[in-house]
């Protein structure tokens, strides 16, 4: 099985317009980090800004914080690696199997209208290659725009954190929009777990979609899926 090369975007941004701190939801991360890496698969990753990406202190609580994630927290060479993030110019010209974006409230500050990040985007998905995303993540695809001039979502299923979701997490004073309704109002088609806070990922051709963190193993099993079964209709 051929090497894979996976983009995963992480925000640099560490705080809601409040004051309050907000950051990188770290378990979104380090999922599909791990599940890259076990597979031998060579991952970077970048930021808009690149260079340190701050942690939501939420997403380090002992009732959240899984095994897979508290050890990547605890381990000094992930932890300088993601604190040395490319910026997203660095890497916009290259090539890469999977660009995924990683969620935290943060990403609604800094994902939606970075024009490099559209652009990476973009050429990501017309080329026919991966574009995953999950929770908060999703809404840096709110505003790509195809060469038609058409938004790459309308359309298309997926998902992403929902608004009695963001009830549960006490943020609904603190976002800066509504990201279900933001979806919506650009034509997806919406979708979502039964039951709140729990895993839902939604595929539709090369776009994947996690609605939540509790999504983060889900999405990654997926992501491996997909890119070994479009390596296998390659070699066929």
């Known amino acids: 099985m051929a090497m894979k090369k996976i983009l995963l975007v992480v925000t640099n941004v560490d705080h809601y317009a409040s004051g309050l701190d907000t950051g990188l939801w770290l378990s979104e991360l380090t999922h599909i980090y791990h599940t890259a890496k076990e ?82 985007i973009a050429k990501q998905y017309e080329s026919g290659k991966m574009v995953a ?35 549960i997490a006490r943020r609904k004073r603190e976002v800066p929009f509504n990201l279900e309704a933001a979806l919506k109002e650009r034509g997806v088609i919406y979708d979502k777990a039964f039951i709140p806070m729990t895993s839902k990922v939604v595929v539709d051709g090369n776009l994947i979609t996690g609605q939540n963190p509790f999504s983060s193993k889900e999405i990654a099993k997926v992501i491996v899926k997909e890119l070994e079964r479009s390596n296998l209709k390659k070699q066929y």
């Open 39 to 120: 597979k031998g698969w060579e991952v970077t990753i970048a930021s808009p800004k690149g260079s340190t990406v701050p942690i939501d202190p939420e997403s380090l609580k002992p009732l959240i914080l899984d095994k897979i994630t508290k050890d990547y927290y605890k381990s000094p060479a992930f932890m300088e690696e993601l604190n040395h993030s490319k910026t997203l110019t660095e890497v916009e010209n290259k090539s890469f199997d999977c660009v995924y974006l990683a969620g935290g409230h943060a990403t609604m500050y800094d994902f939606p209208d970075d024009t490099t990040l559209q652009s990476i």
């Open 133 to 167: 995303a999950i929770c908060h993540g999703v809404g840096g695809l709110l505003n790509v725009k195809l060469s038609g001039r058409a938004y790459l979502i309308t359309g298309k299923k997926l998902t992403g954190f929902d608004w009695f979701e963001e009830s």
